[in-house]
């Protein structure tokens, strides 16, 4: 099988070609991506991850999931980080955070309440609306 060096660039930028029959590429086929950043230390991190686990599995979402260790305030910039645990799809944060980014810990302001950890049904909704602008 052969590829040409646009298709391995696409591979390697998180694009997969599909192959027909006759072993040519037919189309380009960009995988949805879902990353999860935190920092070890954060107590909500937990939570949102099994959160994220569950809901993939019950929608039946085909992603590439990336779990982000983020370490330092240094690395919060490197990673556009805004406290953890923060959800992005496709590179979007779910709240469409912006500005300084934050190494520490994460407030969600949710139905008049705050919290360290969103619920599935905030983070299911906030998902299918970043996956829907596709």
Same mark, same amino acid.
């Given at each position: ?10 591979? &390697?930028? $998180? ?6 029959? *006759? ?10 991506? /879902?990353? &999860? ?6 107590? *909500? ?9 569950? &809901? @993939? ?24 980080? !805004?406290?953890?645990? *923060? ?19 994460? /407030? !969600?302001? @949710?139905? $008049?309440?705050?919290?360290? *950890?969103?619920?599935?049904? !905030?983070?299911?909704?906030? /998902? ?7």
């Amino acid at each position: 099988m052969k590829l040409n060096k646009s298709i391995l660039v696409l591979c &390697l930028a $998180g694009l997969f070609p599909v192959f027909g029959a *006759s072993g040519e590429e037919d189309a380009v086929v960009m995988m949805d991506k /879902i990353e &999860l950043l935190y920092f070890e230390e954060c107590p *909500s991190h937990e939570a949102v991850r099994k959160h994220v686990l569950e &809901l @993939i599995e019950e929608e039946g979402w085909k992603v590439d999931l990336v779990f982000l260790e983020v370490n330092s305030d240094a690395e919060a910039q490197k990673y556009q980080f !805004y406290g953890s645990p *923060s959800v992005r799809v496709n590179g979007v944060d779910i709240e469409r955070k912006e500005g300084r980014p934050v190494w520490g810990c994460r /407030i !969600y302001h @949710i139905d $008049g309440k705050t919290t360290g *950890s969103p619920p599935k049904s !905030y983070l299911r909704t906030k /998902i299918l609306q970043i996956l829907a602008e596709k």
